[in-house]
């Protein structure tokens, strides 16, 4: 949000610049980190044995590696993609070397992530403030300091930075907590392939999703730069607002594994889905209320402000929607049933995919906000009937299977 809102102010094309780099990136990431996520099930029954954890996060990063190799060639591509995507030539010749660094960020989490995942599934998530607080800090600091100088350059600095502080302390944390023992010196082909059973769908889901959001993105900078600037701002927001759903579906996902019975795994759906519809509509009614005050934080420029308040009622609704899906997501994934989740976001972003370009091209930004709304009600519905049903199908959650 920060570094949104320095670049906002810089130059609209800078803001664009970083838009477009950035759709590139978070598929890339969500790929990683769904690599990841899929331990968490299997961390969750260590709870009484953490020092079972580190190998099973060893186990869990020898797929992720191969994920952000990958990964991180995809993001160097960034310049081919924006051309072959129509960006504006404006807004190409400010990339610089931001596509590096978001290429190191991949390779330093893909190496080092997955720790506090880790620390959630073992019910130490208090720890998880330890790293992250210094880290984020340190990213803003250097935000401040590099941003105005260096443009969206400063903001790749910034972040690689912070990852590498943040992986440093989460894994020290981790191994404080386990006593540093259960170190696997060799992948296990067994352990992964089980993890990747449930890891694989869910970071094929993740790669789907923002795969489909970063081709909106560059929708919506075919609208022009005005357009993908303030594409940027609203996703930025709802980056904030979803921090409800991350955190939350991160927790949920090892409850889940661990509860009892049915009823159990449906109680704990129900309050996660309180919490985060909670905090999606309060974040709507803020931007419904002071949606301009709000927006001039992040850009000076009237047309990209116009913009921006004019979506804000479709902002709101796919912000609830989306948050509820990223929740039911979590609960599948805890169930071990990501695969479906796959497959809602393959058809939902997949029709997603066939109609944006055509609604921006006829109804500008508001078509496109309208295409990327009903696509995330469509997925949530979805999500919300299958949910239901395996959970009715299941004869017991005990032990974090479902049979």
């Not at 030539?89 to 931001?98: D, K, P, Q, T």
């Not at 330093?108 to 019910?123: C, D, E, R, Y």
């Not at 508001?366 to 997925?379: E, Y």
Request: aromatic residues 4%; proline residues 4%; glycine residues 10%.
């Amino acid at each position: 949000m920060v570094g949104t809102s320095l670049l906002g102010h810089q130059a609209t094309a800078r803001l664009a610049a970083f838009a477009l780099v950035s759709a590139v990136l978070t598929p890339v990431s969500a790929a990683v980190s769904g690599g990841l996520r899929g331990m968490s099930p299997f961390v969750a029954t260590c709870r009484d044995r953490p020092d079972e954890a580190l190998a099973l996060l060893k186990d869990a990063r020898w797929l992720s590696l191969g994920l952000g190799a990958a990964g991180a060639g995809v993001v160097l591509c960034v310049p081919v993609i924006a051309r072959i995507g129509g960006a504006p030539r404006e807004v190409i010749a400010e990339f610089g070397a931001l596509p590096l660094l978001f290429a190191l960020h991949v390779l330093l989490s893909a190496v080092g992530g997955g720790a506090n995942g880790a620390l959630v599934a073992l019910g130490r998530s208090r720890l998880v403030l330890r790293s992250s607080l210094p880290s984020t800090a340190v990213e803003v600091v250097l935000l401040l300091v590099l941003a105005p100088s260096m443009g969206v350059e400063g903001v790749g600095v910034a972040l690689v930075t912070s990852t590498a502080l943040a992986l440093t302390v989460s894994n020290t944390l981790l191994l404080w907590q386990c006593g540093g023992s259960g170190w696997s010196p060799r992948p296990r082909p067994r352990e992964i392939l089980r993890m990747a059973k449930v890891g694989l769908p869910m970071s094929a889901t993740l790669v789907v999703k923002f795969t489909a959001l970063g081709a909106v993105t560059y929708a919506a900078a075919r609208t022009g730069a005005h357009g993908a600037a303030a594409h940027a701002v609203l996703m930025s927001l709802h980056g904030i607002v979803g921090l409800a759903s991350l955190a939350t579906g991160q927790a949920l996902t090892p409850e889940i594994a661990r509860a009892a019975t049915p009823r159990e795994a449906r109680r704990l759906a129900r309050a996660a889905l309180t919490i985060v519809t909670g905090a999606a509509l309060a974040g709507g009614l803020v931007l419904l209320r002071f949606g301009e005050e709000v927006f001039r934080l992040f850009t000076s420029d009237a047309e990209v402000l116009a913009s921006a308040v004019a979506l804000v009622p479709l902002f709101a609704v796919h912000t609830v929607a989306g948050n509820c899906g990223v929740v039911l997501g979590s609960a599948l994934m805890g169930l071990r049933r990501s695969s479906w989740n796959l497959a809602t976001a393959v058809v939902g972003y997949g029709l997603l995919a066939l109609v944006m370009t055509p609604m921006a091209t006829t109804w500008g930004m508001a078509g496109l906000w309208t295409a990327l709304t009903v696509a995330s009600v469509l997925i949530l519905t979805a999500q919300a009937v299958i949910f239901v049903r395996n959970v009715r199908l299941s004869a017991s959650v005990a032990g974090g299977q479902v049979t």
